[in-house]
């Protein structure tokens, strides 16, 4: 099993930044999958969620900013972040989950991606 994020970098307050993920080793049309990110000094927190109906959880925090997409066909799975705030800048980790939900078990993590928001 792999997932492979790219995508991260710097970007100002309120600028946008798509961050990817690439599954391999699983079914990953079956599998519901995450966005997890860590800030220095922080818990990791989930930050959205997408079943394979394509149902989605977010964190309240990045309502209406973020949205989470999957694309089975090409085993990805996307984060498109808007309106990003300095408290967004974590490490951005993708999840294949057990289940789907609010605080679901994770199967698999990802390496993770730097995101920096800062002026």
């Known amino acids: 099993v792999q997932l492979v994020e790219s995508g991260g970098g710097s970007v100002h307050p309120g600028g946008s930044l798509r961050v990817s993920c690439e599954a391999s080793g699983f079914i990953f049309r079956l599998k519901s999958m995450g966005w997890y990110r860590q800030a220095p000094g922080k818990q990791r927190e989930l930050v959205a969620a997408i079943s394979p109906g394509i149902s989605t959880y977010y964190v309240d925090s990045v309502k209406y900013r973020f949205t989470i997409s999957r694309d089975n066909d090409k085993n990805m799975m996307y984060l498109q972040m808007d309106n990003l705030k300095s408290e967004d800048t974590a490490i951005y980790y993708c999840?294949?989950?057990?289940?789907?939900?609010?605080?679901?078990?994770?199967?698999?993590w990802g390496q993770g991606t730097p995101v920096t928001v800062s002026s």
């Open positions: 999840a294949a989950l057990r289940d789907y939900g609010p605080n679901p078990p994770v199967d698999y």
